[in-house]
């Protein structure tokens, strides 16, 4: 979580007016270095107008960055007012390189643009070039004099259209005087190396994963895996490849399946749930975590995490630029460590859900099967004297007695009152 403050080593020093220049023009070439995080240690090194060695200290601990975007104005009208009130040229190039970037660009707004630069009239473009096989050159050829006088030419950094931002708010001005001589031959030089040099801006985002229970409870989570991504053209987004601490330029690829995509680079959350971006260079932007790898018994949590890197760290009037995760402002410790508050507080965190187990559903209570009758295998013993038959003849055999015995009554009475008659 460092945050990288932005410093350009020492100006170049032009040469005294009463060296008189030798020829018309000379090719300034800028060679635009950053150190990386941490790799900037307060070597001043000093811009003597010649090309340095591959093998430089210097070379070695930067690199060369395209995109950054130069002005260039004719300055030689402030160097004639200098000498006029006896100012030196070291102290006339001092002064001007002394000044905050603002004031800088006050005082350029009453000068001319000069010279034929890669992206107009006084306007340069860093990119890469084949003749040293370098990235971050940016070249323009201008007169070595103005009239009568030694040439001088205010270089002030811009912008930026660069894969690692710069503030440009924090870069100092470059003055140039011309009728520059070779240190050792003293032989005007018609080429003139340039080495403004920035260490990187450094934005770290973090947050903190945390779960929640089935009960509940929020307790951290350690082992949550996360990919980094941006929107790319036509709609596409591009995933943030693997890189190495300190490394500059970062690759963007895309990915039909970032979740097991072994090119891309993976954020773990640690034992506190906290999931950082160590040694990471995020240029200003908008950007997302995407969750790829929930715990075991958690939900994946498909929502992305939003970064928004602003392209400075104080605005004009000197207030601090958030960094913001899920639109909520992090702290960014100048050592890359977290203070024990913040990793107590947890904050801003990210929630994953567990994965509720349900409940086998018992089945209602059937009904006793009834019971099937056991059949005797003991017959029953008739009774009566109606024979053993089905239900049916039975009840017809009952009844057909019945009217037998009603008639038989009524045929006896009868017969009695006939047989009394006849006596």
């Known amino acids: ?17 009463t060296q008189a220049a030798t020829n018309d023009t000379a090719e300034i070439v800028l060679h635009k270095r950053i150190f990386s995080v941490n790799g900037n240690d307060g070597t001043q090194y000093e811009n003597d107008g010649l090309l340095k060695d ?46 905050e970037i603002s004031a800088a660009q006050d ?64 870069a100092a001005p470059l ?15 018609n080429t003139l190396h340039i080495y403004p040099k920035n260490d990187a801006y ?28 941006k929107a790319g053209a036509n709609g596409q987004r591009l995933y943030l490849g693997h890189y190495t601490p300190g490394q500059v330029v970062l690759n963007w690829v895309t990915s039909t399946n970032p979740k097991t995509d072994q ?7 640690d034992k506190n749930g906290l999931v950082a971006t160590p040694d990471l260079y995020l240029k200003s932007g908008d950007y997302q975590f995407n969750e790829i790898k929930a715990l075991p018994g958690y939900i994946l949590d498909n929502k992305p995490v939003t970064i928004e890197v ?10 601090y630029l958030w960094t913001l995760v899920n639109g909520e402002q992090i702290y960014e410790s100048p050592t890359g460590i977290l203070p024990d508050n913040i990793i107590e507080a947890g904050k801003p965190r990210v929630y994953n859900y567990a994965e509720q187990t349900p409940t086998t559903p018992t089945d209602p209570a059937k009904p006793a099967e009834p019971e099937v009758p056991t059949t005797s295998t003991k017959k029953p013993t008739p009774s009566g004297i109606l024979p053993q038959l089905g239900n049916g003849w039975s009840i017809i055999l009952i009844i057909a007695g019945l009217v037998i015995m009603a008639w038989v009554t009524i045929w006896w009475r009868m017969r009695s009152k006939n047989i009394q008659n006849f006596k």
């Open 54 to 99: 591959p093998s430089d200290a210097m070379l070695a601990k930067t690199v060369g960055v395209n995109g950054v975007e130069f002005a260039v104005y004719n300055a030689t009208g402030l160097l004639e007012a200098a000498l006029a009130e006896k100012q030196t040229v070291d102290e006339f190039v001092r002064d001007y390189t002394a000044l």
């Open 263 to 269: 090119r891309l680079a993976v954020f773990t959350s």
């Open 202 to 229: 450094a934005r770290d985002p973090w947050f903190f994963k945390f779960g929640v229970t089935t009960s509940g409870d929020k307790v951290r989570l350690e082992g949550v895996e996360y990919v980094i991504s």
């Open 310 to 319: 602003s392209d400075r760290m104080y605005d004009e009037d000197g207030n």
């Open 1 to 17: 979580m460092a945050v990288a403050a932005i410093m350009l080593a020492l100006p170049f020093l032009g040469m005294q007016e």
């Open 175 to 189: 003055m140039v005087v011309m009728n520059v001589r070779h240190p050792q031959t003293d032989a005007v030089l």
């Open 107 to 170: 005082i350029a707004q009453n000068l001319d643009l000069v010279g034929s630069g890669n992206a107009g009239t006084g306007r340069i473009v860093t990119q890469s070039d084949n003749a040293l096989s370098e990235d971050g050159i940016g070249r323009i050829t201008l007169p070595q004099r103005k009239g009568n006088h030694v040439a001088a030419y205010y270089i002030i950094e811009t912008g930026h259209q660069a894969e690692v931002d710069v503030d440009v708010a924090a």
